[in-house]
């Protein structure tokens, strides 16, 4: 179950910044509407991007540091997102899509908080009795 897990999170933070992309191409030109494409276009696809390294990562510290991360552009793109639709700077035909953005974005948001709970308890149960402060060796 884990790893189909796992994989239906990553496409669907995929498709989640698909998505985002293609409402990014739908914002107006001009400056508000150049940065806030600018960024959603660079936040929302660093969620899969980092899920994926999270997934490859070597130790689970680094698994927690690229969690974290996707953590932090998901919940950045949600933002984001909030504020191109109290800004209006989107169509009304585009209101609709938007809102299921921010609602995946919520989701998404509370997915990956969970998962770095879950993981920031499992690392500090294992260093329970080892010194937590450094993975460096004792020094004489």
């Not at 940065?35 to 899920?51: D, E, F, K, L, T």
């Not at 009304?92 to 953005?101: C, D, I, T, W």
């Not at 919520?106 to 450094?134: F, P, Q, V």
């Amino acid at each position: 179950m884990g790893k189909q897990y796992e994989r239906d999170w990553i496409e669907r933070a995929h498709w989640f910044a698909v998505r985002v992309l293609k409402i990014a191409g739908k914002l107006p030109h001009t400056p508000a509407g150049w940065s806030m494409a600018g960024q959603v276009c660079r936040s929302g696809p660093s969620i899969p991007h980092n899920m994926e390294e999270a997934k490859a990562a070597l130790t689970l510290a680094d698994t927690l540091t690229k969690t974290g991360i996707a953590r932090k552009e998901a919940a950045e793109t949600r933002r984001s997102l909030m504020v191109i639709r109290d800004a209006e700077l989107l169509p009304k035909s585009e209101a609709e899509e938007l809102r299921l953005l921010i609602t995946e974005g919520n989701e998404i948001t509370a997915m990956l908080s969970a998962g770095t709970y879950r993981l920031h308890l499992r690392i500090t149960k294992e260093s329970k009795g080892r010194d937590s402060r450094t993975s460096w060796p004792d020094r004489p």
